[in-house]
């Protein structure tokens, strides 16, 4: 058999983070506040540390990893980079197919390369308590390993259905030592206040960020920390595509085109940012962002400033959105039913240095079986949206007749998600394609801000 995995030294785990912003035609959009006035950084600081907001809006290229993050990388990192060469044999192509694997973290996902910088950020800031906010689970979970391992009290709150819904991934945050409440939750004002209108609201990604936000603007021993979405996330996340850039270079390939899923943004970014730094130099390499149809924020959303939450409590940002209000069907890929998406990702969509497509959720499962009994690895269903994309191109080469080498990374695996390949294997699950009436509406909702 041909060697199919590339592994580095520990040596070899970036010593730097990659900023995007450096090499951006245009600088980002600034966050507004309530006025329609572009924010400053103190705007943020009732709910994050003074260092993570200095990354948030820097626009150095090069953000050195402190040694501390570093060493605890060192317990999954470098992350494996795979040749796919069963599933090529399997789709019968000439195509050379790339992945990442990010489940090899102990909380099986991307999510913890972030968790662990912001878990010592808030250390070094003094900060004694996090709470933050989690849909299916592994944003918390790897928050819940972070904060033990630096020392910091970690309370999440959990997007109801699923806390009922996904019962592991709550132990899993429990084992590490964190608190888990199911919001809405009686604990905030907002919670309270929805409660009252429905007891039985089954809460929102958008909800429980409201919640989290609200809890740590009110504690001065408390900072907020978010998965997703926000510039310094996207940085953290870069130590995948670095690490994979390295990898290729080792054994003299490069991608002609680089797939994530894509939910706030955070592992597309993490894999393609790198790879946008080539661009940037005049290489030709296309970077392609997969979402839900169910939850289509770049295919089919409003570029306008939104807020990040439901209660719009966090500043406005210029994003590709589809209402700070939507309430997300209930699609397996919890982590991908965000109604927004990083302004990062969003400008550079909107500028057409990166790409987006849509997949429908019977193809994504499709794909991810298949990819399972290939490669071995059960993808999370989020992951399964850039399997089901880069398949899709596998065959559009085959009958061009054409032979690319393709990148895609595996952020994590599926192994508290089989509840959700039971429905697939049981025919339950449906395609979605969210109404155009619904996107329309939204419109009339967002905060009135001139772009
Ligand atoms: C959270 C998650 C995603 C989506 O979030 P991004 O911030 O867009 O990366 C994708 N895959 C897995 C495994 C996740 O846990």
Redesign the pocket.
């Known amino acids: 058999m041909q060697q199919t995995k590339y592994i580095l030294e520990e040596k070899d785990i970036p010593t730097h983070w990659y900023n995007v912003v450096a090499d951006m035609p245009n600088p980002p959009a600034p966050p507004l506040g309530p006025d329609g006035k572009p924010v400053g950084p103190d705007a943020l600081t009732a709910i994050f540390p003074d260092n993570i907001i200095e990354q948030e809006v820097s626009h150095e290229r090069w953000i050195k990893i402190p040694d501390e993050v570093r060493q605890a990388y060192t317990m999954w990192r470098p992350a494996p980079l795979f040749r796919a060469h069963r599933l090529e044999t399997a789709l019968g192509t000439k195509c050379k197919i790339f992945y990442k694997y990010?489940g090899v973290s102990p909380a099986g996902?991307?999510?913890l390369n972030s968790a662990i910088a912001q878990a010592y950020y808030n250390k070094q800031a003094g900060i004694k308590r996090l709470t933050t906010e989690t849909g299916?689970g592994?944003?918390g979970s790897s928050l819940a390993l972070a904060g033990h391992m630096f020392g910091i009290e970690v309370r999440i709150f959990m997007v109801k259905v699923s806390y009922q819904q996904k019962p592991f991934r709550r132990s899993m945050m429990q084992a590490w030592g964190a608190e888990v409440l199911a919001s809405p939750t009686p604990v905030t004002e907002y919670g309270r206040r929805l409660l009252a209108a429905d007891p039985d609201n089954p809460g929102s990604l958008g909800i429980a960020i409201s919640e989290a936000v609200e809890e740590a603007a009110s504690r001065a021993d408390t900072k907020y920390s978010l998965?997703?979405?926000l510039n310094h996330?996207l940085l953290h996340?870069t130590v995948i595509g670095l690490e994979a850039k390295k990898q290729l270079e080792m054994i003299g390939e490069y991608p002609d085109m680089v797939f994530?899923?894509?939910?706030?943004?955070?592992?597309?970014g993490?894999i393609a940012f790198p790879f946008l730094a080539d661009k940037a130099a005049g290489k030709n390499v296309r970077l392609v962002a997969v979402e839900p149809t169910s939850c289509p924020s770049l295919t089919r959303g409003h570029y306008a400033y939104d807020y990040g939450d439901t209660a719009g409590m966090t500043p406005m940002m210029l994003q590709y959105t589809l209402g700070h209000d939507f309430m997300p069907p209930s699609i397996h890929a919890g982590?991908?039913r965000y109604h927004g998406a990083s302004s990062l990702v969003s400008q550079l969509y909107n500028e057409k240095l990166i790409e987006a497509v849509a997949v429908p959720q019977l193809a994504t499962f499709d794909a991810g079986v298949a990819f399972a009994r290939a490669e071995g690895i059960i993808p999370?269903p989020?992951?399964c949206h850039g399997i089901s994309a880069v398949i899709e191109e596998v065959k559009r080469c085959n009958e061009a007749g054409e032979a690319k080498t393709l990148l895609f990374n595996l952020?994590?695996h599926g192994h508290f998600d089989m509840a959700s390949y039971d429905k697939f294997f049981a025919g339950q699950l449906e395609d979605y394609v969210y109404p155009e009436e619904e996107i329309a509406a939204a419109l009339h909702r967002l905060p009135s801000v001139p772009v």
């Open positions: 990010e996902s991307h999510k299916a592994q944003w998965g997703s979405v996330v996340q994530a899923p894509c939910g706030g943004g955070s592992n597309f993490g982590g991908l999370a989020e992951s952020s994590g």
